[in-house]
């Protein structure tokens, strides 16, 4: 049983063709953002009030559909939702543009599988602690994994996703979910309101560079949240509570109550903590539409906080 918990996970894909097309697709995702930036220097692009609501609605879904749904909901079965909801949200997740949801959820299952030791997918600490050190691991764990690691193989860390049907349908069509989001509709929304330069301004602001703010607020989780922060929690690892990043990452940088209570559908344990995933399951659960949600309670609580 323990050699099969501490195994290393198999690379899926590795092959040199794979590989290349893999690392390919992950620069063109993380450039597209910059090169979006470059136009609107460069041409002049300010944005229009369209753009900025359609950019923060269109933000607001994709990382909630990634907090409450492919997190909350599907990594952890922090609570259940009515089907109807469930592919909502699992919908709303995939505009984030950050993969398959069955993809996202093994890869984060196997980071809390190995959180903070060497096989760990995106640990910040595996260049030691001086500040050269740090920089690497802050780069390696921010977006530099994307690029250099392997895909977590589905069979070993996300079996019961792959035996949902409902849940692999969307799985196969996922990518619809970012193209509609990213392309399709910042182009013809822009170009119903201003014409040609409507639909660049608005590709630009509520396409690319929103795809930009949620995978940066995302990935800050997993690099930022494991270097800097509070430790009210005993963790075997390196997270780390970060108030100043709990609205832009809907309460997911509440991560050191995250890994010490990883199945709660709160992560905003204490009082005082935002927590906008979290409110919204609350919300949910009081219409009906949720149910078996986990939340945390004073003596749990009180069991794992570290002394002063």
């Not at 069979?155 to 792959?162: F, I, V």
């Not at 709660?264 to 149910?291: C, F, K, N, P, S």
Request: aromatic share 8%.
């Amino acid at each position: 049983m323990l050699a099969a918990i501490l195994a290393p996970p198999e690379p899926v894909g590795t092959s040199p063709g794979a590989r290349f097309v893999q690392k390919a697709i992950t620069v063109l995702l993380i450039g597209a953002p910059v090169a979006a930036v470059g136009a609107v220097v460069w041409l002049a692009l300010p944005p229009t009030l369209l753009d900025v609501a359609l950019m923060l609605a269109m933000t607001a879904v994709a990382m909630l559909g990634v907090t409450v749904g492919f997190h909350r909901m599907l990594t952890h079965r922090a609570f259940t939702a009515a089907p109807w909801l469930r592919d909502l949200l699992v919908w709303a997740g995939a505009t984030s543009l950050e993969g398959s949801p069955v993809g996202w959820v093994a890869m984060h299952r196997e980071h809390h599988h190995y959180s903070d030791t060497g096989k760990d997918p995106h640990s910040p600490h595996a260049y030691g602690s001086v500040a050269l050190g740090t920089v690497r691991g802050f780069v390696h764990a921010h977006m530099g994994w994307l690029i250099e690691g392997f895909p977590a193989k589905p069979e070993k860390y996300a079996p019961d996703l792959l035996a949902d049907r409902r849940l692999m349908r969307i799985n196969t069509w996922w990518w619809i979910a970012p193209v509609l989001t990213v392309l399709v509709l910042p182009v013809a929304v822009g170009w119903a309101a201003g014409g040609a330069r409507g639909a660049a301004t608005t590709l630009v602001w509520a396409g690319l560079l929103r795809v930009g703010l949620v995978h940066h607020f995302s990935w800050s989780v997993n690099s930022v949240c494991h270097l800097w922060g509070d430790r009210p929690f005993e963790t075997r690892d390196h997270s780390r509570n970060v108030s100043w990043l709990a609205l832009v990452s809907a309460g997911e940088s509440w991560h050191n109550a995250h890994h010490a209570f990883p199945t709660l559908a709160r992560h905003g344990v204490d009082e005082g903590q935002m927590d906008l995933a979290g409110d919204l399951i609350a919300l949910l659960e009081r219409r009906g539409w949720v149910t078996n949600a986990k939340w945390p309670n004073p003596e749990m609580l009180d069991a794992r906080r570290r002394s002063a």
